[in-house]
């Protein structure tokens, strides 16, 4: 599923096999995921429906650069995108898809600098239950 393609949480736990969303501020984001978890034991116990969101980043050649907010992301060095990561992931967020739309870098210089400063932080890929 993807956002709510015009249905309640309920549904979507009970009918979908996971869950696409946009990105929200922490607590927003942190309350919509468990409501998702308890409504899809509910209706599906033992079965694993992992919560994905997109994150549109401009990723500054400056690692240490805080976030600035931006269209549904922000403007950020790698070293405080991996801050932002960890609050995801801290919250059950089992897959995160960056957009590069706002990106003021050429994309291969961005995806090659997350390769190497930023998915080796996140090599694993648990999904609790």
């Known amino acids: 599923m993807t956002g709510f393609s015009n249905q309640s949480i309920e549904w979507i736990a009970q009918n979908g096999d996971g869950w696409i969303h946009y990105p929200r501020i922490i607590p ?10 308890e409504l899809w034991e509910i209706h599906t116990p033992g079965v694993i429906k992992p919560f994905t969101q997109t994150l549109y980043i401009d990723l500054s050649e400056n690692t240490d650069v805080l976030p600035v907010p931006i269209h549904l992301g922000f403007r950020v060095g790698s070293k405080q995108l991996l801050e932002i990561l960890y609050q995801f992931q801290s ?39």
Not at 93 to 99: E, R, S
């Open 28 to 37: 927003k984001q942190t309350q919509l995921i468990n409501d998702y978890h």
């Open 91 to 129: 919250i059950s967020v089992n897959h995160l898809a960056f957009v590069l739309y706002f990106s003021k870098r050429h994309p291969e210089e961005v995806i090659q600098e997350l390769g190497e400063f930023v998915r080796p932080f996140f090599l694993t890929h648990k999904i609790p239950v």
